[in-house]
Nanobody, 125 residues
Framework: VQLQASGGGLVQTGGSLRLTCAASGLTFRLYYMAWFRQAPGKEREFVCTITRSGSRTNYGDSVKGRFTISRDNAKSMVYLQMNRLKPEDTAVYYC???????????????????WGQGTQVTVSS
């Protein structure tokens, strides 16, 4: 299984970025997908998750209303559209996958079996 995250970069406060995670080596439509992020010196933080069909999403409070997760099962891709970015959004962003996520475990990075390598997002003030 391989998850390849891309799309990070440097953006000014209020700007937008779109992250992409390309999955291979798995039956993508059977996996819950999520984005986490980790800033220097901090624990890995839940950003959002999406169900296998894409019918339901869930977001961390800090990104709710600004970020949107989506997926394309035909292309084995998951996306994170990030709008109205803030300096506190600066982090390495990781995509993650697992087949058996439930409501109570979706926020826990240990619940996810597969991880991408991360892509750096830096928001300047």
């Amino acid at each position: 299984v391989q998850l390849q995250a891309s799309g990070g970069g440097l953006v000014q406060t209020g700007g937008s970025l779109r992250l992409t995670c390309a999955a291979s080596g798995l039956t993508f439509r059977l996996y819950y997908m999520a984005w986490f992020r980790q800033a220097p010196g901090k624990e890995r933080e839940f950003v959002c998750t999406i169900t296998r069909s894409g019918s339901r999403t869930n977001y961390g409070d800090s990104v709710k209303g600004r970020f949107t997760i989506s997926r394309d099962n035909a292309k084995s891709m998951v996306y994170l559209q990030m709008n109205r970015l803030k300096p506190e959004d600066t982090a390495v962003y990781y995509c993650a996958a697992d087949r058996t996520i439930i409501t109570t475990t979706q926020f826990n990075p240990r619940a996810y079996a597969y991880w991408g390598q991360g892509t750096q997002v830096t928001v300047s003030s």
